[in-house]
């Protein structure tokens, strides 16, 4: 049986770890050979790359920080030397910033905006120029953009609402390629960042109708699906994947 993306490239940035881990793992064994960056987990991006190998994949972990518009790009570059191309970039990498408002600085801004916003418009401008007819950009976003939730937010919020704007746009540039954008906004998935026996999960689980966190192989799943074909008349959207957090 074939696999759903057997002989395409994919690029994920942020992807040796949590979220991003397991969209690489997801992508591999669906059959794309990967491609993901890391900034400082070089231990788990080796592992994980050895592990896709091991299992007859194709994986390369490849070092950039995603506030780095020309290590961004350097990554793009170095898929297709490596791979002869690239079919799919799943903008995965960002951060998270929580701090009263008058705290903020002018650095804490363009910190979260390079890596949240800046990162993703870099990596997209330089992979459109490989992605062929049907190929797929997927960026990784926040139930957040949609639902601040409280207080010391503003950052993270403002950053994660424009990778929607982002989105449709960029959907109506590349239409004609046929070539789908989408952003997918995980709520509360159980990770380094977000843990599901952290100090707030308690709280949060009051307000999931399906009662658990999620995973990251939920949302590896769900970008499986919009980068196969079953995905293709899927452009333009945010899909919302948080247990009903924001119901």
């Known amino acids: 049986m074939s696999k759903k993306l057997e002989n395409k490239i994919a690029l994920i940035t942020g992807g ?8 690489t793992r997801r992508l591999a064994a669906e059959g794309a050979r990967v491609a993901f960056t890391y900034v ?32 961004v790009t350097d990554a793009v570059d170095k898929t297709v030397a490596t791979f002869g191309g690239i079919d799919i970039l799943v903008n995965n990498a960002g951060i998270y910033m929580c701090k009263a408002f008058e705290e903020h600085s002018l650095a804490d801004y363009e910190q979260i905006m390079a890596v949240n916003v800046r990162a993703v418009y870099v990596a997209a401008l330089a992979a459109v120029k490989h ?57 509360p998935i159980d990770t380094d ?9 308690d709280f949060i689980r009051t307000r999931l109708p399906l009662s658990d966190y999620g995973t990251g ?31």
Do not use: C, W
């Not at 991006?45 to 290590?71: C, K, Q, T, V």
């Not at 960042?193 to 999960?201: E, I, K, R, T, Y």
């Open 16 to 23: 040796s770890r949590g979220i991003g881990a397991a969209i």
């Open 40 to 71: 400082h987990s070089a231990e788990k991006a080796a592992a994980l790359a050895a592990e896709i190998n091991a299992a007859g994949g194709h994986a390369i972990a490849i070092a950039a920080d995603s506030a780095s518009p020309r290590e």
């Open 131 to 187: 992605i062929s007819t049907g190929g797929r950009i997927i960026t990784i976003g926040s139930s957040m953009a949609d639902n601040a939730l409280g207080p010391q937010t503003t950052l993270y919020t403002m950053s994660k609402s424009a990778l929607q704007g982002f989105t449709r746009g960029l959907a109506r540039d590349l239409g004609n390629k046929k070539v789908t954008v989408n952003v997918i906004q995980p709520g």
């Open 193 to 201: 960042m977000n843990p599901a026996d952290g100090a707030l999960a």
């Open 217 to 247: 192989e939920d949302v590896g799943g769900l970008v499986a699906f919009l980068a196969s074909e079953e995905g293709k008349y899927i452009t333009g959207t945010a899909l919302t994947i948080d247990g009903g957090f924001n119901a």
